[in-house]
């Protein structure tokens, strides 16, 4: 699959587009706190981000390695990252275009239910990483959890399973074109020992909350000691 070098704004439809249509919804509203004393709170503004289903799953696969235990991760396009160039950050950082975490995808409508989980989470790892792997044998990994609970509604749920490792080094290109989506196109999978890949979070390499919470939650679970990385400084862009 081609390498993808940007991303090029054809329109920006900001201006009229509806709020209710598109991958997510926007709800603007006014409301006012319900207080137990019956008196109610001055009116304010909500802004609440939904997306057609309210669930997505995201799959930590790993392996075990004459190296230890390896995690796979996925570089895809993630164009919210990369729109940050040229407004003013924090902190330095570099230009994003592409973006490491986990497999994830989102829930459709319809599937509820363990049994649902699993199936896409299976669904993910087929379409994004080219694994095969039996629904079942996927597990949770932990509770559910919101990402930005002030602004979107959408949960995530992890699960885990245990494959088998690709006889591959270094980053390498994804397998088929995940669900034909244009963003989908260039991305790279790479295995990383797991206590390699959390240090990467912890130094700002791994950028991606769920794949970080995944990694930890993993690693407890396989009785797998994780030494803090001493305190860096900022990278450089």
Not at 55 to 79: F, H, K, N, S, Y
Request: net charge negative.
């Amino acid at each position: 699959m081609p390498r993808v070098t940007a991303i090029e704004i054809v329109e920006d439809r900001s201006a009229h587009a509806r709020l209710d249509e598109g991958f997510l919804r926007l709800r603007r509203l006014r409301a006012r706190n319900r207080r137990a004393d019956g008196s109610a709170s001055p009116e304010y503004p909500i802004d609440v981000i939904d997306r057609p289903a309210l669930d997505a799953v995201a799959v930590c696969a790993w392996a075990r390695t004459p190296r230890g235990i390896e995690v796979l991760t996925r570089r895809g396009l993630r164009p919210a990252a990369y729109f940050r160039r040229g407004k003013r950050a924090a902190l330095p950082e570099p230009e994003y275009l592409l973006v490491e975490e986990i497999v994830a995808g989102v829930v459709e409508p319809g599937e509820t239910g363990l049994a649902a989980l699993q199936r896409r989470g299976a669904d993910e790892l087929r379409e994004e990483a080219g694994l095969e792997v039996a629904p079942g044998s996927l597990r949770p990994l932990g509770g559910p959890f919101f990402l930005l609970p002030g602004i979107a509604s959408e949960k995530i749920h992890l699960l885990e399973v245990e494959v088998p490792r690709p006889p591959v080094d270094g980053p390498y290109d994804a397998d088929g074109d995940g669900d034909g989506s244009p963003l989908e196109e260039g991305a790279l999978l790479e295995w990383r020992g797991l206590e390699a890949a959390v240090r990467a979070c912890e130094a700002g390499e791994i950028e991606d909350a769920k794949t970080e919470l995944a990694l930890r939650r993993l690693a407890g679970r396989l009785g797998v000691a994780l030494v803090p990385l001493e305190a860096a400084p900022p990278r450089a862009p």
